[in-house]
Structures are given as C-alpha cells and as structure tokens.
Nanobody, 112 residues
C-alpha cells in the first residue's frame, strides 16, 4: 500500500518562493511517475507538473518557467520548487502517484 505525505506549504508574499515535498512509502515509487496537482476554492483539480522515473518533466502552461519538479529516488521523495508565486497560485497542492495514491494536500497561500 502506498502512502504520500506532503509538506512545505504555507503563506508567502507575491513574488516569493516555496518548496513542497512529498514523501512516499512502499516500493512503487521506484517504478512510477509522480505528479503534483492543485485545487483552488470552487475550481476543479488541475495538473501542475509531472516527472517520469527517468526524470523527464512536463508542466502546465500556467507554471512554466516558474515551477520545477524533481525527485530523489533514493529518498522516495518528489519536490516542487515554486518561484515567482502569484496570488492565483493559491490552492491546496496534492502529490499524486498515478492510478495508485493521493496525498492529503498542503495549503499554499500567496497574499500580501
């Protein structure tokens, strides 16, 4: 059974940075792609970024050039470095192992 635990959310001013982490339990991390999603109040959950086992990445247009997804397979952890944050980035961010598991989510609030 896979469990995903996110951390690193919080309150940040516009233009600031945050780094989210997602720690995975179980052995599936070493053979699966990983992704970050987000859901803002009143909106549908949307894909932010995805990283394959080999490290190939893909980003939603609204975060390209600002966010970076990475992974440490030895530590079974995936990261989301978020720079140049905007108020519209405010959402609950979820870690996802496709078809297997979701994390509980971590709140990111961008506000002055």
């Amino acid at each position: 059974q896979v469990q995903l635990v996110e951390s690193g959310g919080g309150l940040v001013q516009p233009g600031g940075s945050l780094r989210l982490s997602c720690a995975a339990s179980g052995s599936m991390f070493s053979i699966k792609a990983m992704a970050w999603y987000r859901q803002a109040p009143g909106k549908q959950r949307e894909l932010v970024a995805i990283i394959t086992l080999g490290g190939s990445t893909n980003y939603a247009d609204f975060v390209k050039g600002r966010f970076t997804i990475s992974r440490d397979n030895a530590k079974r952890t995936v990261f989301l470095q978020m720079n140049s944050l905007k108020p519209e980035d405010t959402a609950v961010y979820y870690c996802n192992m496709p078809a297997l598991a979701w994390g509980q989510g971590t709140q990111v609030t961008v506000s002055s």
